[in-house]
């Protein structure tokens, strides 16, 4: 375990070290409690060296691109294919995604595209804010649809 440790200046106080909240009224200001009215904090990061060879995870089977928000596992109804993903030693053989590994039973491509950070998927008719609210989620199918013929070309099928 290596550190680096330097002094800096409080991020509570902004380095006055008077703290002024919600609930100091005006002219009023208390003691930073953060750095005890120094204005600067000691800053301590604790790490380790660089991993070079990945490290193995126990009792992975998938690995999922992104999760959209919902309990993922094995239980009852679901099994390991209920979420879409790829398996763990595909993944750490470093291959990538599957076509239609998404999570697509659960999720709609825009939904899909936000969390991966992936460019956004726009169809006419998609209503944004809760996704599951969208006046097309009941039929996301149809958007998936539009969405691998937009994203996968036809000898990929």
């Known amino acids: 375990m290596k550190k680096i440790e330097k002094k800096i200046r409080c991020n ?20 930073c409690r953060r750095c005890d009215g120094t204005g600067n904090i000691d800053f301590v990061l604790k790490y380790n060296d660089p991993v070079t060879t990945p490290i193995v995870r ?6 999922l691109e992104c999760n959209v928000g919902i309990r993922v596992g094995i239980d009852g109804e679901f099994t390991k294919d209920s ?5 763990y030693q595909d993944w750490l053989a470093g291959k990538s995604f599957p076509e239609k590994s998404e999570t697509r039973e ?3 491509p825009a939904q899909w595209c936000q969390c991966t ?18 006046n097309n989620y009941s039929t996301k199918n149809k958007c998936w649809e539009i969405y691998d013929k937009e994203n996968f070309s036809p000898e990929e099928k």
């Open 117 to 134: 950070g992936k460019p956004s998927f726009s169809q006419a008719g998609c209503t944004y804010g809760m996704f599951s609210r969208c």
């Open 106 to 108: 659960y999720s709609c």
């Open 12 to 31: 509570a106080c902004g380095g006055t070290g008077i703290y002024k909240g919600f609930a100091e009224g005006e002219g009023f200001g208390i003691v």
């Open 83 to 87: 979420f879409g993903g790829m398996p």
């Open 58 to 63: 126990k009792n992975i089977v998938t690995v």
